[in-house]
């Protein structure tokens, strides 16, 4: 599916992953994942045969008079912002009747019950936006979202050696100025963003590759095993290779912490 004019889409996959890639990023989603695109010059979503996935497209407008009348947003000026969530199983029954539906001809009612569950999702924004400098929230809501593409940007090339001076140059700022706008908007560093991004990448590849440990840190962007190692054990609480271990044994995921009662040994 391609979108070549002005238009904000949500893609949800449900069974087997989804290639969403985008002016500025590009990445992999996986079933239990949700992503906004916001109006871009074009985006496009890519599946394999077999795949089953949702996809939602309208121009910012029409988003606009969507959400207008959504009781649960908390967003001035309500629209879709662009950003990639975790999808709750409840969403995901959401997305599966929505499919289902579609395919009866009677989808009115299934996408408003899925986009209120993704306004809930994107109501936390509005405090990142509060926190962006400008006087109109129109000012600040332009800033959020040009710091909302640099931050897509990192998390799709978090791979590569990415400098303070490249991602300024892409927000229109002055580095300094830059890491302030960030940290004050996500209450983070543009570094501790880009670090974790990476610990999830590596997470993904020690879960579902057959790279050895060295070679995943190489491949995410670490300069050394033993830094690798230790960053990795303070992000999930674990070593990657427990992880490893425990991958074919259906363990818990380790991404939110929920390895409480595992037992590696």
């Keep these: 599916m391609r979108i070549s004019g002005p238009a904000s889409a949500v893609w949800i996959p449900l069974h087997g992953p989804i290639c969403v890639s985008t ?3 590009e990445y992999v989603m996986q079933p239990g994942e949700l992503a906004v695109t916001d109006a871009d010059t074009w985006t496009c979503a890519t599946a394999g045969r077999g795949d089953i996935w949702i996809g939602l497209a309208a121009e910012p407008g029409a988003w606009s008079r969507f959400l207008q009348n959504c009781p649960r947003s908390v967003i001035a000026d309500p629209t879709l912002l662009p950003e990639r969530h975790g999808a709750s199983p409840e969403l995901r029954r959401q997305a599966d009747r929505l499919a289902q539906a579609s395919s009866e001809g009677a989808a009115e009612a299934a996408v408003h019950a899925l986009i209120e569950s993704i306004v809930e999702l994107q109501n936390p924004m ?20 040009s710091l909302q593409r640099v931050r897509r940007y990192m998390a799709s090339n978090c791979h590569r050696e990415i400098d303070t001076a490249m991602l300024a140059k892409l927000a229109h700022y002055s580095p300094a100025w830059f890491i302030r706008v960030f940290h004050k908007t996500y209450v983070e560093t543009p570094h501790a963003f880009l670090t974790n991004q990476r610990m999830l990448r590596a997470h993904e590849l020690v879960r ?17 095993r033993s830094s690798f190692s230790r960053l990795f054990r303070r992000r999930f609480g674990v070593p990657a290779a427990v992880v490893r271990r425990w991958r074919d044994r259906q363990a818990p995921d380790v991404r939110d912490g929920a390895w409480e009662g595992a037992n590696p040994a």
Excluded: K, N, V
């Excluded at 579902?208 to 050394?224: R, V």
């Design 208 to 224: 579902g590759s057959e790279l050895a440990i060295a070679e995943i840190a190489q491949a995410t962007g670490f300069g050394d």
């Design 23 to 25: 002016r500025d990023a």
């Design 126 to 145: 509005a405090a990142m936006i509060a926190r962006c400098p400008g006087r109109t929230y129109r000012r600040r809501l332009r800033t959020f979202l």
